[in-house]
């Protein structure tokens, strides 16, 4: 079946960039999405691209879109404490939207 | 606006209990799925329903049932729960049926013992 592919966890300097990556194999998703998971809280969309876009900025967020390499990352700048959740890259079209595992993201002092 | 409001938060389960996670939604969302969430394997689609009296299984549909009677409810059926169903529930929804826009509940706890 179709996969998202994350790494688990990411360890940031306080007001450093983050960049957390994806990997996916559904080359028909529409769209890809980045969600943001605080502790005992759903999930909450953070950003999303279309499937024809490369780049998506929004604020402090950076969204690349690599179609070829079936790749997508997201760039938080200037990385806040109240940035540290779990990142999830979600990809997919009509009905069906495949989640990664989360990437935890820790920001330190 | 409540959003998407998930039932209980917490639940225990005995072996072979049958019990019914509650979903509901204010916004008149069309499209309304269940996941569970498992540690290192992210999010799983359980079911899914793209409207009022329409249902369709996702990834890991066994050991599951849904029905969708009202636009705003979609409760999810563990008919007879097993260990192997100990994980958080997240019931979500969007306006469409091309997924772009999910609103998430903040999820059920269950553990069956």
């Known amino acids: 079946g179709e996969d998202v592919e994350q790494s688990l966890f990411l360890s940031v300097r306080e007001g450093d960039s983050s960049v957390i990556n994806c990997t996916y194999t559904?080359?028909?998703?529409?769209?890809l999405y980045w969600y943001k998971q605080e502790p005992g809280a759903g999930l909450q969309l953070l950003t999303y691209i279309f499937s024809n876009m490369d780049m998506k900025q929004d604020q402090r967020l950076t969204v690349l879109l690599n179609k070829k390499d079936k790749h997508l990352s997201l760039r938080i700048a200037d990385t806040q404490t109240g940035d540290s959740a779990i990142y999830f890259c979600a990809c997919g079209g009509y009905n069906k939207l495949i989640f990664g595992a989360g990437t935890r993201l820790a920001v330190h002092p | 606006n409540a959003g998407v409001t998930q039932t209980p938060k917490f639940q225990v389960l005995k072996t072979g209990q049958s019990m019914t996670l509650q979903c509901a939604q204010d916004?008149?969302?069309?499209?309304m799925s269940w996941y569970r969430q498992d540690p290192g394997m992210g999010l799983r689609l359980i079911h899914y329903?793209?409207?009022?009296?329409?249902?369709d299984q996702g990834e890991v549909p066994n050991g599951y049932n849904v029905s969708r009677s009202t636009t705003e409810d979609f409760p999810l059926r563990l008919l007879s729960a097993a260990p192997s169903q100990t994980s958080v529930y997240f019931c979500?929804?969007?306006?469409?049926?091309?997924?772009?826009?999910?609103?998430f509940g903040s999820g059920t706890q269950l553990s069956v013992l």
């Open positions: 979500a929804s969007s306006l469409g049926r091309n997924n772009e826009k999910l609103f």
């Open positions: 329903s793209v409207g009022a009296g329409i249902t």
């Open positions: 916004m008149n969302h069309e499209y």
């Open positions: 559904d080359s028909s998703s529409t769209y």
